[in-house]
């Protein structure tokens, strides 16, 4: 699976899926190809919508108590590009892109976003209803 190296947010310094906020008048898709192509150098095609999954983080980021991210599951394809290191900007939270294997990955350096994506893989669903993790560690230095 290609993740980021996150830079930003609660999962700084772990491993994460792309992905960010819709633009004025663009669709979901638009934003899923924009941020992919973004934050790993990828262009993508959709190739089908997998379910939506919530998740919610009892965690001290940004002064919070808790976060809630409401992540959709999309299987893609590669029609070009190659991993890069991605432009730089205000807002971009992605250090780069690189392929895991589900061996490479777990709570303690991927977001729950990229393990219910290897759930998928293994299983060939996501799970229902809301996902509660209690005490999550968002990393504010590199281990």
């Known amino acids: 699976m290609v993740v980021i190296h996150k830079n930003g947010g609660p999962y700084i310094h772990r491993y994460d899926l792309s992905g960010g906020s819709l633009e004025e008048y663009k669709s979901l898709s638009d934003a899923v190809k924009r941020e992919f192509l973004e934050e790993t150098g990828l262009e993508i ?5 997998l379910g939506v999954v919530d998740f919610m983080l ?8 808790q976060v ?6 999309f299987l893609v ?3 070009g590009g190659h991993l890069t290191s ?4 205000e807002g971009q939270d992605s250090l780069g892109a690189l392929w895991v294997t589900a061996h490479e990955v777990s709570m303690e350096n991927a977001s729950p976003l990229v393990l219910q994506a290897f759930e998928w893989l293994k299983k060939g669903e996501l799970h229902s209803g809301v996902e509660l993790i209690e005490c999550w560690k968002v990393k504010r230095y590199l281990l």
Not at 68 to 73: E, K, S, T
């Open 45 to 49: 095609e959709i190739v089908k919508k």
């Open 58 to 65: 009892s965690s001290d980021w940004r002064d919070s108590t």
């Open 68 to 73: 809630h991210h409401i992540c959709v599951y």
């Open 77 to 79: 394809k590669k029609v």
């Open 86 to 89: 991605p432009n730089q900007f």
